[in-house]
């Protein structure tokens, strides 16, 4: 069971905007910056959000972070097929002194 | 282009020992702090182990603490994980992962900018 919690599905048409939340706690997302991972079918995890809301070269403008206290958020404006993956949040937990990851949010586009 | 290409998955049996190792290229390997972070199958992503820059400094996840252990080579530009007293549980993918460092107002909070293929450890008997 992970310290930070997602759901673990979500779903969209082409073109709508969906949000996926990730949830912790004072040690982790409410101490320290989060990062956001997308994980294509098949391949490895890739960095898509950085420091809350800052996106790697190469990332489309429709992906978006944002904090607020002991949650987070990453919204995908725009859907597109080609968004089907999981996604996962990951800060640093300073109680655990690790690196953690919510249990993944597998976004469907219907 | 930054590359990083694990190899030494295997089939184990339980109570066995395995090293993965991870050949980067395409950056200052030296200039940069490395993990590895598992998956097993259909699950999610889990951490387990850093190495700073010069390898004296490590941190280990409990799950695996005891059994595994980080290192580095500089002048071979290579990352290993040596995994030992091997159980089923520990059947995953192995991913070697690079950090980055992203400093903003004096702060300088990290971020796995880049991650490899991964190599398969399948721990049964």
């Known amino acids: 069971q992970s310290v930070v919690t997602q759901p673990p599905s979500a779903s969209g048409t082409p073109g709508q905007r969906v949000t996926i939340s990730c949830s912790g706690s004072s040690s982790n997302i409410g101490g320290h910056t989060v990062n956001w991972y997308q994980q294509l079918p098949g391949a490895a995890p890739k960095l898509l959000i950085y420091?809350?809301?800052r996106r790697p070269s190469g990332v489309p403008d429709r992906f978006s972070g944002s904090k607020s206290g002991t949650s987070a958020s990453l919204a995908i404006s725009g859907l597109q097929s080609e968004d089907e993956a999981v996604y996962y949040c990951?800060?640093?937990?300073?109680?655990?002194?690790?690196?953690?990851f919510g249990g993944g949010t597998k976004l469907t586009v219907l | 282009e930054v590359q990083l290409v694990e190899s030494g998955g295997d089939l184990v049996q339980p109570g066995g020992s395995l090293r993965l190792s991870c050949a980067a290229s395409g950056f200052s390997f030296s200039s940069f702090e490395m993990h590895w972070v598992r998956q097993a199958p259909g699950e999610g992503l889990d951490w387990l182990s850093y190495?700073?820059?010069?390898?004296?400094?490590?941190n280990i996840a409990v799950s695996v603490r005891g059994r595994f252990t980080i290192s580095r080579d500089n002048a071979k530009n290579s990352l290993y994980l040596q995994m030992n007293s091997l159980r089923a549980e520990d059947t995953a993918i192995y991913y070697c992962v690079r950090e980055s460092r992203y400093c903003s107002g004096g702060d300088c909070p990290g971020a796995f900018d880049f991650w490899g293929q991964g190599t398969m450890v399948t721990v049964s008997s």
């Open positions: 190495i700073d820059l010069r390898g004296s400094n490590v």
């Open positions: 990951g800060p640093w937990d300073a109680s655990l002194n690790a690196w953690v």
């Open positions: 420091n809350n809301n």
